[in-house]
């Protein structure tokens, strides 16, 4: 694999309300200190059309997946050298969320195929398992396993399912509320839990066993609730689409506090807490990654050096924050703690 060129930005002072101003297409936006931005480009070679890179995930051994819903391909991104192999997944694949599984395989939620997607971290093998016929265009959106290694699963359509590897069973069931499950993440503590964005609520299934779903009402109205995370201690972080919030929930006494992000328009795309109980949060009007900080309650915001960026799912690394800017084919780091 031949090494690719990279952009890297380091060093600057940024500050104020400047932050979360878009960086015009000819010039680099300034990187406040201690943080370096790389950019990386999607395309593997021979890629000619366009990639839609989007979500990220890390692999444990140094390189990142990544989906390129546009060309329905799954990608493997080596960072140290900028390298990409890109798998297809299969004739109208388009791959929205991906994840790695206790097994070290790379599962992927692929609305193209309506079908959960595992390939292979050494030799690349796809395996499709598709949807019940009940449910011909789920629109699945993003998986997570729970402690048992069952995997589970939002469809954007009103559905949300489990698959179990082992029996390779398949279960889906329609969303309490219909249409809009989006996010979903699993607990230290072992709870999972999703989001609805066009239900504008927090949902848990309670149940492992039944699938049963308990409906969590966040306090602010039509919010547009699109993805969550959670912290060390099991308190969920929500990007909230509509009202431009991110959000925090605390099952352990039902509390909650919102916080507005800056600008006069934002909308809170994705959501990552990382290591250290940072969250980081993706802003399209802003075109930037925002970076909160719930001790301070400060925003920090690092804007695209290209315009309209449209960052999809983040994820990363003790040190490293990593994102698709699925409007420009690449695929962007922001190393923290320099």
Not at 5 to 17: K, Q, R, S, V
Not at 93 to 100: D, E
Request: glycine share 12%; proline share 8%.
């Amino acid at each position: 694999m031949r090494r690719r060129d990279l952009l890297t930005l380091a060093g600057a002072t940024l500050a104020g309300p400047a932050l979360l101003k878009s960086a015009p297409a000819a010039a680099a936006p300034a990187v406040p200190p201690g943080y370096r931005m790389t950019w990386f480009d999607a395309k593997a070679p021979g890629v000619t059309g366009r990639v839609g890179s989007r979500d990220i995930t890390a692999s444990g051994d140094g390189s990142f997946w990544f989906c390129g819903q546009r060309n329905g391909t799954l990608n493997r991104l080596d960072p140290r050298t900028g390298a990409i192999h890109d798998v297809k997944l299969g004739e109208g694949s388009a791959p929205h969320g991906v994840i790695m599984g206790p097994d070290g395989g790379a599962w992927v939620t692929d609305g193209g195929q309506n079908a959960i997607v595992r390939v292979d971290p050494r030799d690349h093998r796809v395996q499709v398992w598709k949807l019940p016929e009940r449910f011909p265009n789920g629109n699945l959106n993003t998986g997570v396993f729970d402690q048992q290694g069952t995997y589970w699963f939002t469809g954007q359509n009103g559905s949300y399912g489990r698959f179990k590897p082992a029996s390779e069973r398949l279960d889906v069931w329609e969303a309490p509320r219909g249409r809009g499950p989006y996010g979903i993440t699993r607990t230290p503590q072992g709870g999972i839990w999703y989001v609805s964005l066009a239900g504008n609520h927090l949902a848990q299934i309670e149940d492992l066993d039944s699938a049963r779903v308990r409906i969590v009402e966040p306090p602010t109205p039509n919010q547009g609730a699109r993805r969550v995370w959670t912290d060390s201690l099991g308190r969920l972080w929500i990007s909230e689409w509509n009202s431009g919030n991110v959000s925090m929930h605390d099952p352990r006494d039902g509390s909650w506090r919102a916080w507005r992000l800056p600008g006069e328009r934002p909308r809170a795309y994705s959501v990552w807490v990382d290591p250290a109980d940072k969250v980081w949060l993706t802003d399209f009007p802003a075109n930037a990654i925002v970076r909160f900080d719930p001790v301070d309650e400060s925003f920090l915001a690092f804007p695209s050096d290209r315009p309209g960026a449209n960052v999809r799912q983040m994820d990363g690394i003790a040190g490293e924050a990593w994102g698709g800017e699925s409007g420009t084919d690449r695929i962007v780091r922001i190393e923290y703690g320099l």
